[in-house]
């Protein structure tokens, strides 16, 4: 049973010429062996290369389809009408096809590169006030591909006859409290910019503002369109922010409910307490416990959490769990008092 070109790309048979290269595009960036050193990944890299070449080609997808590899590879017993004299055999170079799709050997030197300082003297920082339009997909869920995500969404990248480089995707770590109240992130970055002659370049300065609205969840995608370098014979890259979660030295986050763990002795465990608990915005809120508290007791304060992304006027839950400090040592004498009191 010969390959099977449209499981190689994830797609199903009948995939038009746009699907066949986006599959290609997300298959090839995930298995190319610069990024995934797994094992295996450079024989997967190969087989994805072959798939593309045979479907990306009318003629020979067309024979593939009716017979299948045997016939594509002109083996006569694949069928009564063979292949024409077609005989194909894979050039087997997958980096070839892979530079000839993206027009580079390696997609993946950024804008940003060793820390924040790229091939090309690219940084990013914060800077001075400035402005430049962002687009937000704020479902961190969502698939790739979908026109206005963030993802590698374009095959091929082709924009007005030319080709656009792949995004350069950075995460962007915001504290809890900037997600509670919202803020904004001004990234400072300097690019190759095209000069007048349309051939020759500059290095220029450029502040990408990013308006975090109360209540983003980790995985926000912004974008920020043709950021990148300008070329002669290409797209510009988008610019691709991803939000994530500062870690929090109190809080963790859970969607948009957040958890706070309080420390109580065994002693008041049982015997009840009243736990001052707090809250994102600095205040403290009482907490009384009155029935014993086991280990995995939790304690919800409703509408103490973060703001919902699309209702940021109503807000998560804050949801306390317990970390019950036990004795190392107890007398013999706390020992029987425990004994009769206790239930068995």
Not at 10 to 23: N, S, Y
Not at 310 to 319: A, C, E, F, V, Y
């Amino acid at each position: 049973m010969g390959k099977d070109y449209y499981k190689i790309l994830g797609i199903q048979r009948g995939a038009g010429e746009d699907e066949i290269r986006k599959a290609y595009r997300k298959m090839a960036l995930k298995y190319h062996p610069d990024k995934n050193k797994s094992p295996g990944a450079e024989d997967k890299f190969k087989e994805i290369a072959e798939a593309y070449d045979v479907l990306s080609d009318s003629k020979k997808k067309d024979i593939y389809d009716r017979l299948g590899e045997e016939g594509l590879k002109g083996n006569p017993g694949a069928g009564a009408d063979g292949g024409g004299g077609f005989h194909y055999s894979f050039h087997g170079n997958p980096h070839e096809t892979f530079k000839m799709f993206f027009g580079n050997d390696n997609p993946f030197e950024g804008f940003f590169s060793s820390g924040f300082g790229g091939p090309h003297g690219s940084r990013m920082f914060f800077g001075r006030p400035g402005h430049s339009d962002m687009e937000v997909d704020d479902d961190p869920f969502a698939g790739f591909g979908r026109p206005g995500s963030t993802g590698f969404n374009i095959p091929g990248g082709l924009q007005g006859g030319k080709r656009q480089d792949p995004p350069i995707v950075r995460d962007l770590q915001v504290s809890l409290e900037d997600i509670f109240k919202g803020t904004t992130k001004r990234m400072k970055i300097s690019k190759k910019v095209l000069n007048p002659d349309g051939r020759t370049s500059r290095m220029e300065d450029k502040v990408l503002t990013i308006t975090v609205k109360p209540g983003w969840k980790a995985g926000t995608k912004i974008t920020f369109p043709k950021e990148g370098d300008q070329s002669p014979n290409r797209e510009s890259a988008d610019i691709v922010f991803i939000i994530r979660d500062k870690p929090h030295a109190v809080f963790t986050r859970d969607g948009n409910d957040i958890r706070y763990k309080a420390k109580i002795p065994l002693r008041d465990s049982l015997c009840g307490t009243t736990v001052r608990v707090p809250t994102i915005d600095g205040r403290h809120i009482p907490l009384v416990l009155k029935d014993v508290v086991k280990p995995v007791s939790a304690k919800r304060i409703q509408g103490e959490g973060l703001p919902l992304p699309k209702q940021p006027s109503k807000r998560g839950d804050l949801i306390v769990s317990f970390d019950i400090k036990f004795p190392d040592h107890i007398s013999q004498n706390a020992k029987e008092i425990l004994s009769d009191c206790l239930p068995l």
